[in-house]
């Protein structure tokens, strides 16, 4: 069964450095997504991207993140300096259909910043 | 603002005894709700959804949920639980209203799961 995949599970970084974390969304898919979970939190919505472009993001997504598809077949997100409070669980999702919406996740990467 | 709530931190339940993980929802237009399950060290796994037809929706293991909108709901149900059910189970919406950008979806807090033999 196709799955999203995520690079690495586990990232430990010092604070003000930059991480960049990788998903290969399911082949066919069109609509991309990354969702934060901070330990005992929600999952919380960071951005969408289609067509090589971000169709939303949400007030977490400031300008110290980034997103990128540089092939077809990776999707990455940039965190440019690393704060403490971007310690969280990443998750991407990618999705086929629009209106069905669903959306498939990775297992995530763990990002510790020290 | 749409929102979820899911109202129990932890659910237990005997082997082979029914169980229910509640969900309430809060969107502006009709809602479109997902459950998700996240076995140890896995992603979400997407397990069913409501958007529109039957209140009653089945899904992936066995599972369903009931839609009721005069309650705004969306509990997941199970009519006999197995020890292999012992995970984290998020409700999540979509506001259907919602025409810009491309379907967030909206999660609960997740509701651990403990079935015990």
């Known amino acids: 069964e196709p799955e999203v995949t995520q690079t690495p599970s586990h990232q430990v970084t010092q604070m003000g450095q930059e991480v960049i974390l990788r998903c290969v969304p399911i082949?066919?898919?069109?609509?991309f997504y990354w969702y934060r979970q901070i330990l005992g939190q929600k999952v919380e919505f960071l951005v969408s991207?289609?067509?090589?472009?971000?169709?939303?993001k949400s007030e977490i997504f400031d300008d110290q993140f980034s997103v990128e598809r540089p092939d077809g077949s990776n999707f990455t997100l940039k965190i440019r300096s690393t704060k403490l409070e971007d310690s969280a669980m990443y998750f991407c999702?990618?999705?086929?259909?629009?209106?069905?919406?669903?959306?498939?996740f990775g297992a995530g990467t763990r990002l510790s910043v020290l | 603002a749409q929102s979820v709530a899911q109202p129990e931190d932890q659910v237990n339940v005997a082997e082979g005894n029914p169980l229910t993980v509640k969900c309430t929802y809060s969107?502006?237009?009709?809602?479109?709700l997902f459950w998700y399950v996240q076995y140890p060290n896995r992603g979400l796994q997407f397990l069913l959804k409501y958007i529109t037809g039957d209140n009653l929706v089945k899904g992936s293991y066995g599972f369903e949920a009931e839609f009721n909108k005069s309650q705004t709901s969306f509990h997941l149900k199970k009519p006999s639980a197995l020890v292999s059910d012992s995970a984290l189970y998020f409700c999540a919406v979509r506001d259907s209203s919602f025409s810009g950008g491309y379907n967030k979806l909206i999660f609960g807090a997740g509701t651990r799961l403990a079935v015990h033999p």
């Open positions: 991207f289609y067509n090589n472009e971000i169709s939303e």
């Open positions: 999702a990618s999705s086929f259909d629009r209106s069905k919406n669903i959306q498939y």
């Open positions: 082949s066919n898919h069109l609509y």
């Open positions: 969107v502006s237009g009709n809602p479109y």
